[in-house]
């Protein structure tokens, strides 16, 4: 899938995440079953980390994988 052009958020200023320019993070928002968010929730906790972590470093880890060379990631961003 291509992406063209940017799209501008259709939030208000007020309710856009104010970090989101500053950081140059974006929202991916994902719907999983009842059942496979609480496995998700305990995966990660026997890990030690956070479902936003462990999603985007497997997002980091699977394009840097296909893509070789082509994709510089930035990184995962902790909270």
Do not use: C, N
Not at 1 to 29: K, N
Not at 60 to 68: A, N, P, T, V
């Amino acid at each position: 899938m291509r992406l063209v052009g940017t799209r501008r958020s259709a939030l208000p200023p007020e309710r856009q995440d104010p970090d989101a320019a500053e950081t140059g993070t974006r929202l991916v928002h994902v719907r999983v079953s009842e059942v496979i968010h609480r496995a998700l929730r305990i995966h990660v906790a026997s890990e030690d980390t956070s479902i936003q972590t462990w999603v985007a470093a497997l997002i980091e880890r699977e394009l840097s994988s296909r893509m070789g060379d082509r994709f510089v990631g930035r990184g995962v961003e902790r909270k």
